[in-house]
């Protein structure tokens, strides 16, 4: 189940569609911070000619209740990225339901929290290509490439050797369903 692109996915090379295992807003902000600083000065240029870029987000708040949608920090890193992010925060002890029924439904936001890549549901949506596949695109950002241990970048890739997600900080790497 392939999914079109916008134009505005497509001109910025977009790469997750997941955002696999990590805490939330943290990983969310420094995953969106450390990949727009790697971008040269001629993509930036284009991104900041052509507006912000709409984001689509769902992920677990780390609060309850969530924060607002117009926090300092969510401020911020849009700012600095150039973005604009329509969050959705989903309460952990729901979002495993939530999660299946999004991937589910086709509507998939542009990043998406998975809390456990080994997951089949996840490599089953992987496999069909409802995730792009980032793993040409990891060495262009070697703030995220290095930030993320190897073993956790080797150990999240799917049986076509392929990454479809980026790792967080404590993705679980001896355990595979």
């Known amino acids: 189940m392939k999914r079109e692109f916008t134009g505005t996915q497509r001109r910025m090379g977009m790469v997750p569609r997941s955002l696999p295992a990590g805490a939330g807003a943290l990983l969310l902000?420094?995953?969106?911070?450390?990949?727009?600083?790697?971008?040269?000065?001629?993509?930036r240029q284009a991104i900041a000619d052509n507006g912000p870029l709409e984001l689509s987000i769902m992920t677990i708040t780390p609060s309850t209740p969530?924060?607002?949608?117009?926090?300092?920090?969510?401020r911020a890193i849009e700012k600095a990225t150039n973005s604009k992010m329509n969050i959705q925060w989903v309460s952990n002890n729901v979002y495993p339901d939530k999660l299946n029924i999004t991937l589910a439904s086709g509507h998939?936001?542009?990043?998406t929290m998975i809390s456990d890549p080994f997951s089949g549901t996840f490599r089953t949506m992987a496999a069909q290509g409802a995730f792009w596949d980032i793993t040409p695109y990891i060495k262009d950002y070697p703030n995220l490439q290095n930030g993320i241990s190897k073993v956790?970048?080797?150990?999240?890739?799917?049986?076509?050797?392929?990454?479809?997600?980026?790792?967080?900080?404590?993705t679980r790497t001896t355990s595979r369903s």
């Open 29 to 43: 902000a420094s995953v969106l911070l450390t990949a727009c600083g790697g971008q040269k000065a001629g993509v």
């Open 152 to 170: 956790a970048w080797e150990s999240t890739k799917m049986a076509d050797g392929k990454n479809y997600g980026i790792p967080g900080r404590g």
């Open 66 to 74: 969530p924060a607002s949608d117009d926090n300092v920090i969510k």
């Open 108 to 111: 998939i936001p542009d990043l």
